[in-house]
């Protein structure tokens, strides 16, 4: 189901954000029998004991080693990924005989009461789902040895560790179009049920399968040898991690999203909604077709200076209601001179407009992609598109 999943340092130094949602009393949690039967194709009926108990390590992580069972029906394949909340497993499920990803979460109440969120949220959507999302499914649930562990499809890697495996080689804008589309789909949706996921970013978009092929690489290299780039042989995707996701009607946090994929209204303190979403989508998008996150920071003042140095000053009126330590008197950004160093402001620097960054990455469509990202990038969240309106855009009417 995933691939590599308060803020988290990698390649790229991207931070994510720890559990924000508030903790609520877990419902009723379904017992797992000690020994499962299982009839196997012979007709013959066998049974599955579960490994012996261990301690968890010191952080609250299940213990386990390849080949055991968790529980008896799973059996445990390889370790796929770990982050803060756990990890997941690559399973066999012996009941469905079937490949699954279970993420299994840590013993440590936060992340348990976090965990019983994101059921709630997986199981709305299953339960709303009419087959127009693309959102990852939850095939099973249950709390094990004090791990809560959600079973999901087993899907391919992120669209980030593609962009990795590339050396951050773009992919063809036809394809960003069919991600986009999909990823506006399951933004749309969750929207219309009033739930708002919080932490979209190319790591949390994965590929249906792995299958690709080999293309010669977009870029030049000096040596004579023949460099190829990898594209994928499907462009479906799903849309995971639902472990930030907040509800449109509850009070929220006051940061939410990865930092490369926050938008104004929340940097500035100003209260977000839904089109934060909607600001990531637009990020996200420009990654895709650039092969970098658009601004690579990991502090307020200079994220801003890089948000008015592509799309232009902020507006007054959001700028007189944020926080005061960002802006000079007149409302002007406290710029360069509030830089944490020279490579700070050399950063900013090196960044152009919307429109020149979209022109020395794209050559069709550039014009549509570029009115597209300017809606999702609209500072003021109330006049920011839509889900729903982004997908009337004449960007993803332009046939394939």
């Given at each position: 189901m995933v691939s590599n999943f308060m803020e988290r340092e990698r390649t790229r130094k991207r931070p994510r954000l720890a559990w924000d949602a508030a903790a609520a009393p877990p419902?009723?949690?379904?017992?797992?029998?000690?020994?499962?039967?299982?009839?196997?194709?012979?007709?013959?009926?066998?049974?599955y004991a579960s490994p012996p108990r261990r301690d968890d390590d010191r952080d609250g992580h299940y213990v386990f080693n390849l080949g055991e069972n968790l529980t008896p029906r799973y059996k445990i394949l390889s370790k796929m990924g770990?982050?803060?909340f756990g990890r997941v497993l690559e399973c066999w499920d012996r009941q469905t005989r079937d490949y699954v990803a279970i993420k299994v979460i840590r013993s440590i109440k936060k992340y348990r009461d976090a965990a019983m969120i994101e059921v709630d949220v997986l199981e709305r959507l299953v339960k709303s789902d009419v087959g127009c999302s693309s959102c990852v499914q939850i095939l099973n649930w249950f709390d094990y040895r004090n791990h809560i562990c959600i079973v999901f499809e087993k899907l391919g890697p992120?669209?980030?560790?593609?962009?990795?495996?590339?050396?951050?080689?773009?992919?063809?804008?036809?394809?960003?179009?069919?991600?986009g589309r999909q990823l506006l789909e399951s933004v749309a949706f969750m929207h219309e049920l009033r739930l708002i996921h919080t932490d979209l970013k190319p790591e949390n978009i994965l590929l249906v399968s792995s299958d690709y092929v080999k293309l010669p690489s977009c870029k030049r290299v000096m040596s004579d040898e023949t460099q190829f780039r990898c594209l994928p042989k499907s462009?479906?995707?799903?849309?995971?991690?639902?472990?930030?996701?907040?509800?449109?009607?509850?009070?929220?946090?006051?940061?939410?999203?990865?930092?490369?994929?926050r938008a104004p209204?929340?940097?500035?303190?100003?209260?977000?909604?839904?089109?934060?979403?909607?600001?990531?989508?637009?990020?996200?998008?420009?990654e895709l077709c650039t092969g970098g996150a658009l601004f690579q920071t990991h502090e307020n003042l200079e994220h801003l200076a890089m948000?008015?140095?592509?799309?232009?000053?902020?507006?007054?009126?959001?700028?007189?209601?944020?926080t005061e330590k960002y802006f000079k008197r007149g409302s002007r950004l406290r710029w360069p001179e509030g830089?944490?160093?020279?490579?700070?402001?050399?950063?900013?620097?090196?960044?152009?407009?919307?429109?020149?960054?979209?022109?020395r990455h794209v050559e069709s469509s550039r014009s549509s992609l570029t009115d597209l990202l300017y809606?999702?990038?609209?500072?003021?969240?109330s006049k920011r598109i839509t889900a729903r309106q982004a997908l009337d855009h004449p960007f993803f009417r332009i046939p394939t």
């Open positions: 419902p009723s949690i379904p017992k797992v029998p000690r020994n499962l039967a299982v009839v196997g194709d012979d007709g013959i009926e066998r049974k770990e982050g803060t992120s669209l980030f560790d593609f962009l990795k495996r590339n050396k951050y080689c773009p992919f063809p804008v036809d394809l960003v179009r069919e991600f462009s479906a995707i799903k849309l995971i991690d639902f472990g930030s996701t907040a509800f449109a009607n509850q009070s929220h946090s006051s940061i939410v999203s990865t930092r490369h994929y209204e929340v940097i500035l303190g100003l209260g977000w909604s839904s089109p934060c979403d909607l600001w990531s989508v637009g990020c996200i998008l420009i948000m008015e140095r592509v799309l232009g000053p902020l507006p007054e009126h959001m700028v007189q209601r944020g830089a944490v160093s020279r490579e700070s402001i050399n950063a900013v620097k090196k960044l152009g407009d919307l429109k020149d960054i979209i022109s809606g999702l990038l609209t500072y003021e969240p």
